[in-house]
């Protein structure tokens, strides 16, 4: 009887050391870089920076060729009419015989 108290006591304890190692954070999950705490940040590579500026120059190089060869994507595809065509009708102004300023 002593003996098997004994043994599930052991059995029972290893499973609960078991249980507590699968339970515990082994890593902290921060994957964020280098955490530091009122001193500046390190600075990145030197790669990375040049990168960034190669990749950033090639996203305005992209931006500014197309809005000067295809500028039909801001303006709009309509031709452009010249305003001073237009009459006072279509711009919606009365006839000057009309409304309180008449001679």
């Known amino acids: 009887m002593l003996a098997r108290t004994l043994v599930s006591r052991a059995l029972l304890s290893r499973s609960a050391k078991v249980a507590?190692?699968?339970v515990k954070q082994v890593k902290r999950n921060a994957g964020h870089g280098v955490w530091t705490y009122r001193v500046p940040p390190p600075l990145p590579s030197?790669?990375?920076l040049?990168?960034?500026q190669?990749?950033?120059g090639l996203c305005w190089y992209w931006i500014l060729y197309h809005c000067a060869t295809e500028p039909?994507?801001?303006y709009g595809e309509w031709p452009y009419i010249d305003p001073i065509t237009w009459t006072d009708e279509e711009l919606g102004i009365p006839?000057?015989?009309?409304?309180?300023l008449r001679k």
């Not at 006839?95 to 309180?100: A, F, Q, R, T």
Request: aromatic share 0%.
């Open 20 to 22: 507590a190692d699968h």
């Open 46 to 48: 030197k790669r990375s």
């Open 50 to 52: 040049c990168l960034a």
């Open 54 to 56: 190669v990749l950033g």
């Open 72 to 74: 039909e994507h801001i």
């Open 95 to 100: 006839p000057d015989s009309e409304g309180p």
